[in-house]
């Protein structure tokens, strides 16, 4: 195995057992500027702005998040994927959740403890925080995507298994009362399943499976749902041909994931601060900036705090 061209990896052997490779670097940096473009509509959605923005955000993210995470996958063993997923994801999720937690018991009291029922253990103490317990619960699905054969078996067993997902999941939401985090889950699959068959199968694939989609959203009247998804691929397939210099989109991409954990804290502290009538941009955007500097401003002290904690 060598590397080259910005971090391709190229592997010998049987081509039709070739793991899916990392993307280029110059698109890894349009990824990452758009995951944190994303990030600022997520967060906009979560000040009240219309669902369709968050929506397509959000369906961006994932699309995103499985894309650029199923070349580290390519060459580890599943046990070592799992266990790296569930300290990276799980560990903060478990960190925050007490975190929001504390602050509705000193808001409301004893009695708006969020854990009573199993569904709440899928979600944790705020409704946003399904996304980490959804990313790895999904592990298997994208490690089995990324270790598929790339043969005419192969893409046959993976365009049904990912058609089976994403189509029953858009049947789901649109003629059952799925509870939370179902529903989320539901609205999360078909953008997981365009997603990795975008990210390294034939092109045929995922622009099926998006066309799929889209006419069973509009046949069971999902026209959020048929948008959302089709917006996601049209900025997707630019974001494939735009190339953006140097390393500076990636770190802006590296605040992501802390930006999407404290940005209900941080716009709940706007709330209390802010008045509403402000203006609803004006709140996504200070809130947007003020999690994004919490997550710079954490970055920078976190070597010092690992050394302190582990003399």
């Known amino acids: 195995m060598s590397e080259r061209d910005g971090g391709i990896k190229e592997f010998s052997g049987d081509p039709s057992r070739r793991p899916a490779v990392p993307v ?10 758009l995951r944190f473009i994303c990030m600022f509509f997520v967060v906009a959605s979560h000040v009240d702005q219309p669902r369709f923005f968050g929506f397509t ?5 994932i699309i995103l998040s499985v894309r650029l995470s199923g070349g580290s996958l390519a060459t580890k063993p599943f046990s070592e994927v799992f266990r790296t997923r569930v ?8 960190i925050w959740c007490v975190i929001y937690e504390a602050v509705k018991v000193y808001q409301f009291g004893p009695s708006a403890l969020t854990f009573t029922d199993p569904n709440s253990l899928l979600i944790g103490s705020t409704i946003h925080l399904w996304f980490l317990v959804y990313m790895v619960l999904i592990t298997p699905i994208i490690y089995l995507a990324v270790r598929a054969p790339r043969n005419a078996i192969g893409f046959a067993a993976v365009m049904g298994v990912f058609s089976l997902l994403g189509l029953g999941a858009v049947f789901l939401e649109m003629r059952a009362s799925l509870p939370e985090p179902y529903s989320q889950w539901a609205l999360a699959l078909p953008p997981t399943s365009y997603g990795l068959l975008a990210a390294d199968f034939p092109a045929v694939l995922p622009l099926a499976l998006l066309a799929m989609l889209v006419a069973l959203a509009m046949a069971l009247k999902g026209y959020l749902i048929a948008g959302y998804l089709a917006l996601s691929a049209v900025v997707l397939w630019l974001a494939d041909h735009i190339d953006l210099p140097g390393t500076w989109a990636e770190t802006l991409g590296a605040t992501t994931f802390g930006i999407y954990l404290s940005h209900q804290l941080i716009i709940l502290l706007c709330y209390k601060l802010i008045p509403f009538e402000a203006g609803r941009w004006l709140m996504t955007v200070i809130a947007f900036s003020s999690a994004t500097i919490f997550v710079f401003a954490y970055q920078r002290i976190k070597p010092g705090l690992k050394r302190l ?3």
Do not use: D, G, M, N
């Open 24 to 33: 280029r670097k110059k698109r890894r940096q349009s990824y990452e500027f």
């Open 57 to 61: 955000a959000l369906s961006i993210f």
């Open 87 to 94: 300290s990276r994801i799980l560990i903060p999720w478990l």
């Open 309 to 311: 904690l582990t003399h």
